[in-house]
């Protein structure tokens, strides 16, 4: 249980690739970590891409980024809906200044970029956001996962077990 006392801010809205949503949350659960499923509603159901659904326990104005040690953006069409809030974007700044984990995947960037903390991080994504990246400043690879100090990002479910590998680790690491 390597990450007994972390806790962990999953975002969701409908639309969420089910993958992307449940896997992490699945390992960090199993690692010991503490995953509140934040959503704009609390005790909402929310719809994956393909039917999976979860249950929201928190809201993103109830959250306070400083009790938490990183913050997972599920991929799917969920971003374009995320990076929609102010209260999120704030959140997601909050975690960033204070170096906290951050973790992206597939159309996950989005939401970074509408946050703006990718100028001069190198990162991966989907390729269909590639150019978007890219202009938000980031220096975009082709690989399953990238590390860039507290931000990792990976590109789409076959990844999942390289992002999360690398995703606990940055996190277990952190103080």
Known sequence: MRLQNKKVIQLVSDDFEDLELWYPVMRLREEGAT???????????????????????????????????AILVP??????????????LSMVRTMDDQKKAIGQVCHAGWVLISA??????????TPGIKDDMINAGSTWVHEPVVVDGHLVSSRRPPDLPDYMREFISVLEKQS
């Open 75 to 88: 991929g799917g069409w969920s971003p374009d809906k995320l990076r929609r809030y102010e209260s999120i």
């Open 116 to 125: 703006d903390i990718l100028n001069g991080k190198k990162v991966t994504s």
């Open 35 to 69: 995953v509140d499923i934040v959503g704009e509603k609390v005790d909402e159901e929310y719809v994956g891409k393909y039917g999976v659904p979860v249950v929201s326990n928190k809201t993103f104005d109830e959250i306070d980024p400083n009790e938490y040690d």
